[in-house]
């Protein structure tokens, strides 16, 4: 957070009176491609006032920066408000969509289409645009979090990250109110598949997922939870209420069961076998909170289907 430089460094001059420099370098890493954004990182953030510091580090990212130099560098304390900074406003970004999404829900107007449109100002830019469940994992919460605590205490009102921060509590919810509105608030006798349970795919990671919320408020109502996910299943176990039945393929949650929510856009949801889904459904009726099909596709095939920022199609 930011302000650590000051905190460390004075530590260290109570404990010794040798010279020492503080450097800030935060990562960048995401989740599904650390490895990729290590070997090939878009920015390389450096936080030192030390000019013989600056060079131990353009040697040190030397080996990554083949292509070009894309080291910045900075004060510690700015290096450490940037990291917030980045996050804070991938975050405001996610929870804008969504609230025009909910706003394209009320006109009329379709998400995907709006995306699109605004995304091709190069001043904007598509990125994080994608109406969905809302954020999660383990930067982007703490991160917004922490941002609006270090405002109150520089009593600054961080009203926008604050408002990006409370938008995304009400859309991890979305999904569920959806298939509430049309199966009612007593799922007693009703079994739901679930898709996915990760916050986002190609991790295992499910901190801050919207899974965690969703499904015990599906349990707490009645309903059997029959899910799935690639690689989150285990963790999942851990986190999740006992009564959640885990199935080892996506077409066995979908056997039998009232409705499928989609949560997370792994790979393999996306190109599924709709006429087995629909054989094995006992009614066709899909809450896609990631938007995986198009509204047109899934009327033709006879599917009630429910997603995020478009309207839905019965």
């Not at 079994?191 to 499904?215: M, N, P």
């Amino acid at each position: 957070p930011v302000g650590t430089h000051k905190m460390v460094s004075d530590i260290i001059k109570s404990k010794t009176q040798i010279p020492f420099d503080y450097v800030s370098n935060p990562e960048f890493l995401k989740e599904g491609s650390a490895v990729e954004d290590f070997a090939s990182p878009d920015r390389i953030i450096i936080g030192t006032t030390n000019p013989a510091v600056r060079e131990i580090f353009k040697q040190l990212y030397s080996p990554f920066m083949r292509r070009s130099n894309r080291i910045v560098f900075m004060d510690p304390a700015s290096a450490e408000m940037t990291k917030y900074a980045a996050n804070t406003m991938l975050a405001v970004r996610i929870s804008f969509i969504n609230q025009i999404a909910a706003l394209c829900e009320a006109t009329g107007a379709n998400v995907d289409l709006v995306r699109r449109g605004i995304g091709s100002d190069p001043r904007i830019g598509p990125s994080f645009l994608y109406a969905g469940g809302g954020y999660g994992g383990s930067c982007l919460p703490k991160d917004v979090r922490a941002l609006v605590s270090t405002g109150a205490e520089n009593n600054i009102d961080m009203s926008i990250p604050r408002s990006a921060q409370e938008w995304n509590d009400y859309q991890k919810e979305v999904v569920f109110n959806k298939l509430t509105g049309e199966l009612g608030d007593d799922l007693s006798g009703y079994r739901v598949a679930v898709w996915g349970l990760s916050f986002k795919a190609e991790t295992d990671d499910i901190r801050e997922a919207s899974s965690l919320l969703i499904i015990p408020k599906l349990i707490d109502c009645g309903a059997t939870v029959i899910a799935h996910d690639p690689k989150a299943m285990e963790s999942a176990r851990n986190e999740l209420p006992s009564e959640v039945e885990y199935v080892p393929d996506e077409y066995s949650a979908c056997e039998g069961a009232d409705a499928l929510l989609i949560l997370t856009e792994w790979l393999q949801y996306r190109r599924p076998d709709f006429g087995r889904i629909k054989n094995i459904l006992k009614r066709p009726l899909v809450v896609d909170g990631r938007n995986l099909f198009t509204p047109k596709k899934m009327k033709e095939l006879g599917f009630t289907y429910l997603s995020i920022g478009r309207q839905d199609v019965r």
